[in-house]
């Protein structure tokens, strides 16, 4: 009966968006206010991080049975958002309120869809993983139309959607789908690890990629801190302190509510990342301020667990520090970044791939697209023990594959390292004592 209360409330009440380009000189103000429900906060933020939208200040306050953000948003090209399209797609996209999909459960799983298969696995990292993947798809006569592949602590996730090569349709045939299975299983048993013997099929329902892989992830307890034996160093070797995220989680006894800041390089869908891991942990953000001063970005959250109490325990406050830590480093553009732009066709991610395994090349992080029949991948490589890689190995693979075709973007190790300061406050300052949106200001008080 609370349930169908709540949801009639919502009915009655649907969420109110405004969309104002004159109330900042430098950005897009966005003001959602609507009943309040858990997991609001995240589907606001899915919409826009869905759009490419940067997030360059953010006030959130969600006390009560009510909910009010106002986000400071730009394009990537650092303009306002004046495309009329675009606004009316976020406008409906927000008052519609879409609740999100349930969380993952499984290791990996395959889901036929209509234009469609995904595939979701999760298990080992090493060097050479995904071009042992893209190997077994194309042997198995399926064409990857789009994927996002990630690697943290020693842990790898995918999220593949493939078509049949020949059909270019989805592939629905359930003896086919368990032998792509237990062969991508085989794939991911390579090591001795107990975390890769899962195996079972994913329930129907379409979540958005980036939630997913942290879902899978999470599950797989990447934010584990391990040893990793003589490989994969090079993110506490060689990159500077200043470059690794910093997360204080205490509580605030006087309100009742535990603070959770972070400070950490600024990158696109930060803040998705960190509200999407406070709730698939079951948090709850009633108040939250977010700055962006470039390099850095800092974030800070009141928030209480659904059940409406603070963290209790030492144990727990660690495990959510290593778990936001591990949100922000999931997606971190670690190494050198290359771009593919060419012509689409069977087998060209096995191919690419496989030239990279052959010249020593790790793959840290990849985004795979295609569009109109053109394909645009984007690799985060090193190589195999994590460290910068050699120039004129990358020159050698753009000469094999084509100057034109694949591009050097972005070198991460050679970017430049930020100041960063220790202490700590809170960026809210006497944020309970004055409310007003109208005099919203960020006040950073220093112990």
């Known amino acids: 009966m609370d349930d169908e209360y709540a949801k009639l409330i919502r009915r009655m009440n649907p969420p109110r968006l405004v969309i104002d380009n004159n109330a900042c000189e430098n950005a897009t103000v966005i003001q959602v206010d609507s009943v309040n429900k858990h997991g609001i906060l995240l589907d606001v933020v899915q919409v826009l991080s869905d759009m490419n939208l940067v997030i360059t200040k953010a006030y959130i306050s969600s006390d009560g049975v009510w909910f009010m953000d106002v986000f400071n948003v730009i394009d990537h090209n650092g303009n306002k958002i004046r495309d009329k399209e675009v606004i009316d797609y976020i406008q409906r996209r927000l008052e519609n309120n879409p609740s999100f999909a349930p969380s993952f459960r499984e290791t990996v799983g395959v889901v036929p869809t209509e234009e469609h298969t995904t595939i979701e696995l999760a298990g080992t990292d090493r ?12 042997d198995l006569h399926c064409n990857v139309v789009n994927a996002e592949i990630w690697t943290h602590n020693t842990r790898a996730a995918a999220v593949v959607n493939m078509t049949d090569d020949s059909s270019g349709r989805a592939i629905k045939d359930p003896i086919r789908l368990s032998r792509i299975r237990d062969l991508l299983c ?9 975390k890769t013997a899962k195996t079972t099929l994913s329930p129907p329902g379409v979540t958005n990629r980036g939630r997913r892989l942290h879902q899978i992830m999470f ?7 391990v040893e990793r034996a003589g490989q994969g160093k090079y993110r506490d070797r060689d990159r500077d302190r200043s470059q690794l995220p910093n997360v204080t989680v205490v509580n605030c006894i006087e309100k009742d509510y535990t603070v959770v800041t972070m400070r950490a390089k600024d990158r696109p869908k930060l803040l ?9 942990m079951q948090y709850v953000v009633y108040h939250g301020v977010v700055q962006t ?27 959510l520090v290593q778990c ?3 949100a922000i480093e999931r997606r971190a553009s670690e190494g050198m970044e290359l771009e593919l732009c060419t012509e689409d066709r069977v087998g060209l991610l096995s191919d690419i791939t496989r030239i990279f395994r052959e010249n020593s090349l790790c793959i840290r992080r990849a985004e795979i697209s295609t569009q109109d029949g053109k394909a645009k991948d984007t690799f985060y490589v090193t190589d195999m023990t994590g460290n910068p890689v050699d120039p004129k190995i990358i020159d050698s693979i753009c000469r094999e594959i084509g100057d034109t075709v694949l591009q050097v973007k972005q070198n991460s190790c050679l970017s430049p390292k930020s100041p960063r300061t220790t202490t700590i406050g809170f960026l809210f300052g006497n944020f309970f004592k004055a409310r007003s949106l109208q005099n919203f200001k960020l006040i950073r008080s220093y112990s």
């Not at 085989?186 to 107990?194: E, F, H, K």
């Not at 998705?272 to 698939?280: A, G, M, R, S, Y």
């Open 127 to 138: 060097p050479g993983l995904l071009s042992e993947v893209c190997a077994v798809l194309a």
């Open 293 to 319: 001063t470039r390099p850095e970005a800092y974030q800070e959250f009141y928030i209480r667990h659904v059940d409406g109490f603070p963290i209790s325990s030492e144990a727990e406050r660690d495990r």
């Open 186 to 194: 085989n794939v991911l048993r390579g090591s001795d690890d107990p």
């Open 219 to 225: 599950a797989d307890r990447d934010y584990d801190r």
């Open 324 to 326: 936001l830590e591990a």
């Open 272 to 280: 998705f990342d960190i509200v999407c891991t406070l709730t698939d």
